[in-house]
C-alpha cells in the first residue's frame, strides 16, 4: 500500500474500510465459512473451483471472493457484467493465461451481477473455465439455476448466501465503533441501544447498508462535550425512505405467501405480505389485481360481493395512487379473507377446459344454431321466457350432453344456489 492508495481508503465509505481481509474476519455465512465447511476447507487447501455466490445484497459474496484470492496467493481480477463485455473478459483470460503458463499463478476472475450476460457473453468464459485459464467466481443476486446459462451453472459449485443475521449486524456495528484504524473508533460515539437496534432491523440483513446508514448519522451529528450521541430520532432520519431489496425468487415467494394467505383466509398474515411488497417498491396494482382474481377463484360463488370489492381497489389504486388508494386496497385484502371460501368457479372452468379438448370439433345442436335468417324458421328451441323464465332442454354437444362441471358448495352464499331439477336427479343416480 502506498501513500495514494492509503489517502483513497481513509476517504472510502465506512463499508468499505471494514471490508474483512481474511477468513477469521469474515462475518455471517456459517453455513459456508466456519472451520470444518467445505467451501471453506477447499479455499485453505486452495482447491476451490469455478462457483458461483448468489444471495442478498450486502451479504459477502464480493467480500469472500477478495478473500480466496489473497488467501490463495492468487492473482484476484474483477469485472462487473453490466458495464463490461466480452472483449474485457477475453484480455482478462489472455493475461492469466499467459501468467499460468509462466508462473504457475492462478486467477480469480469475480464477475459481479453475472446473471446480466447474456449466452454470447458466458460462452465467452467456457473454454476458460474448463481449462483452468482462470477460476471463474460469479456473483449474483438472481438464482443462478433460472437466470443464467446451463452451460455455466454446470461447470461452478453453487454456494447460496443467506441475509445477515441480527446478530451479524449487531456485531458488525461494534466492531466499526470500536475499530480505531479503520472505523469509527477516534470519535467518542455513544449509540443508543433503541438507535442501534433501528440500524439493525432497517437494513434488510445489509452490512453494507447498516454501516452507511451508520456512519451519516454518526457524520451528520454534533459533537457535544467531546460525545457524538446517536439518538433513535437520528438513526430514523438516516433510513427514512429505504426500501427492503427483493430478488426475483423472494418478489415471487413473497406474491405466493400472499396468495396463499388470501386462500387460507389469514388477513393478518395477508396484510402482512402485502405491505411488505409494497415497502420493497413493488407496484400496489400488482397486489390488487392478484386480489381481484382470487376473488374468483377462492371466494367465487360463496361471496359474489369480494369480486365487486376488490375491482373497486384496483379501481381506487389507478385513480387515488399511493397513499391514499392503499386504505381500499387493505380494506379489500380484509374482506376477501373473511369471506367463505369456494372455489367452484376454477373448478367448473378446468373440467369445460378438458371437454372442450376432447370434443373440439364438436357440432352445435340443431335447435342452438342460428335460425333468424330469412326463411328459416326456429327449429325446435324453447324460449325460455315462454316458459317462465326456465325451460329444461340440452345446450351442450351431443357427446357430451350430460356433463356438469360446476356444482355450488356449501359455503356462504353459494349454497342458496340450486341446480335444475334434472342435474339434482343426474347427480344422484351418479352416486
Sequence with gaps: MNLFTDNALKNSPLAERMRPISLDEFFGQPHLAKKGTLLRRAIEVDRLGSCIFYGPPGTGKTTLASIIARTTNSNFRMLNAVTSGVADAKKIIEESKNEL???????????????????????????????????????????????????IVSRCRIFEFKPLTKKDITDV?????????????????????????????????DARVALGNLELAVLSTPSVKGKVTVTKDIAKECTTGR????????YYDMLSAFCKSLRGSDADAALYWSRRMIKAGIDPLVIARRLVVHSSEDVGLANSQALVVSMSALQAIEKLG??????????????????????????AMGLADEDVEKTYNGA????????????????????????????????????????????????????????????????????
Excluded at 177 to 199: R, T
Design 101 to 151: 503458463e509462466m508462473f504457475g499463478r492462478k486467477t480469480y476472475l469475480l464477475l459481479d451481477e453475472c446473471h446480466r450476460w447474456s449466452k454470447a457473453q458466458s460462452d465467452a468464459v467456457l473454454e476458460a473455465i474448463e481449462k483452468g485459464y482462470i477460476i471463474f467466481v460469479g456473483s449474483t443476486t438472481e438464482n443462478p439455476y433460472t437466470s443464467m446459462t446451463r452451460a
Design 173 to 205: 456495528i461494534d466492531r466499526a465503533l470500536l475499530d480505531k484504524d479503520k472505523g469509527l473508533g477516534n470519535i467518542n460515539v455513544i449509540l443508543e441501544p433503541e438507535a442501534k437496534e433501528h440500524l439493525v432491523l432497517t437494513c434488510g440483513g
Design 243 to 250: 426500501n427492503l431489496s427483493l430478488d426475483t425468487d423472494q
Design 322 to 347: 399511493v397513499p391514499e388508494g392503499l386504505i381500499p386496497l387493505s380494506h379489500a385484502i380484509i374482506y376477501v379473507c373473511m369471506s367463505p371460501k369456494s372455489n367452484s368457479v376454477i373448478t
Design 364 to 431: 352445435v345442436p340443431d335447435h342452438l344454431k342460428n335460425h333468424n335468417y330469412s326463411g328459416e324458421k326456429r327449429k325446435k328451441y324453447k324460449y325460455p321466457h315462454e316458459y317462465g323464465g326456465y325451460v329444461e332442454q340440452q345446450y351442450l354437444p351431443n357427446e357430451i350432453a350430460s356433463h356438469i362441471y360446476y356444482l355450488p358448495s356449501e359455503n356462504g352464499s353459494e349454497k342458496s344456489i340450486m341446480l335444475p331439477e334434472w342435474k339434482t336427479k343426474f347427480l344422484k343416480d351418479k352416486k
